[in-house]
């Protein structure tokens, strides 16, 4: 199982990404698929997550600015981030669990600053 993430980069505070995660499974494999970030000097945290029922959790500090969503024709995962702020700054990371399996995707950088 592999996931590979993309769609990070530079953007201003405001500003708004797309982020990716492409499974090279059917996503009906993964009991919860979710997105993590990592900012430096940091632990890694939880985002978002759904699950194959298609039940969403989110940080609350993602709440109302981003939203996580599924397309399993494409097999693959998003996180839609708004209203982005210097503190989003962070590798973000998805993830997905089978069983009793974790996998994860190689990070993408995401960076907010003027």
């Known amino acids: 199982v592999q996931l590979q993430a993309s769609g990070g980069g530079l953007v201003q505070p405001g500003g708004s990404l797309r982020l990716s995660c492409a499974a090279s499974t059917s996503l009906f494999s993964f009991n919860v698929m979710g997105w993590y970030r990592q900012a430096p000097g940091k632990q890694r945290e939880l985002v978002a997550g759904v699950t194959t029922g298609g039940l969403k959790n989110y940080a609350d500090s993602a709440k109302g600015r981003f939203t996580i969503s599924r397309d399993s024709a494409k097999n693959t995962v998003y996180l839609q981030m708004n209203s982005l702020k210097p503190d989003d700054t962070a590798v973000y990371y998805c993830?997905?669990?089978?069983?009793?399996?974790?996998?994860w995707g190689q990070g993408t950088l995401v960076t907010v600053s003027s």
């Open positions: 993830s997905g669990r089978i069983s009793q399996n974790i996998y």
